[in-house]
């Protein structure tokens, strides 16, 4: 008997959790749901144990687990905000996009910082569907992606956003 009660209560516990996610996350805007930095990988990951801990812990009660998700969420929101408006807190919590590859050399300082094979750069180059020939550039992103660049004006302003 009380493994159905068990039961129940995570079934309820899990739909009240999920709905209530869903509203603070649509409240809280489409930045909580970015690609992901550093920061956001950790809340993302620091979410979810809230969520698990809420699910299954019969101590933790879904009231407590929506102030900790939500207690997340508006430090994100804070966060984001501040970035916004202090460019010491943007460079801070986010890194800047790195060039790797500038026309047909490899920059060997910068792939050494952020420990990126030449190969890694040629396929990215490949899954991007340029030819090499036509390759401008390669930059590694703030969330870890490549951007393959075409022409130099591109570049310039990738690079300086």
Same mark, same amino acid.
């Given at each position: 008997?009380? $493994?159905?009660? /068990?039961? #129940? +209560? #995570?079934?309820?516990? !899990?739909?009240? @959790?999920?709905?209530? #996610?869903? *509203?603070?996350? %649509?409240?809280?805007?489409? +930045?909580?749901?970015?690609?992901? &930095?550093?920061?956001?990988?950790?809340?993302?990951?620091?979410?979810?144990? #809230?969520?698990?801990?809420?699910?299954?812990?019969?101590? /933790?009660?879904? *009231?407590?687990?929506? /102030?900790?998700? !939500?207690?997340?969420?508006?430090?994100?929101?804070?966060?984001?905000?501040?970035?916004? %408006?202090?460019?010491?807190? &943007?460079?801070?919590?986010?890194? $800047?996009?790195?060039?790797?590859?500038? +026309?047909?050399?490899?920059?060997? $300082?910068? *792939? %050494?910082?952020?420990?990126?094979? =030449?190969? $890694?750069?040629?396929? @990215?180059? +490949? @899954?991007? !569907?340029?030819?090499?020939?036509?390759?401008? @550039?390669?930059? *590694? =992103?703030?969330?870890? /992606?490549?951007?393959?660049?075409?022409?130099?004006?591109?570049?310039?302003?990738?690079? &300086?956003?």
């Amino acid at each position: 008997m009380q $493994e159905l009660s /068990t039961m #129940i +209560r #995570i079934v309820l516990t !899990g739909v009240g @959790a999920y709905i209530s #996610i869903i *509203l603070m996350l %649509r409240i809280s805007g489409k +930045r909580t749901l970015a690609k992901m &930095n550093a920061f956001d990988f950790i809340v993302t990951v620091a979410m979810g144990s #809230i969520l698990a801990t809420t699910l299954t812990s019969q101590q /933790t009660t879904l *009231l407590a687990g929506l /102030t900790a998700f !939500g207690t997340l969420v508006i430090l994100q929101y804070m966060l984001a905000k501040l970035s916004k %408006r202090f460019s010491m807190v &943007n460079r801070m919590i986010k890194s $800047e996009p790195t060039l790797l590859f500038y +026309r047909g050399d490899y920059l060997q $300082e910068y *792939l %050494r910082k952020e420990r990126i094979l =030449e190969m $890694e750069v040629i396929q @990215a180059i +490949r @899954a991007s !569907g340029t030819p090499l020939e036509q390759v401008e @550039a390669v930059v *590694l =992103e703030t969330d870890g /992606t490549f951007s393959v660049l075409k022409d130099s004006q591109d570049v310039m302003e990738h690079v &300086n956003k």
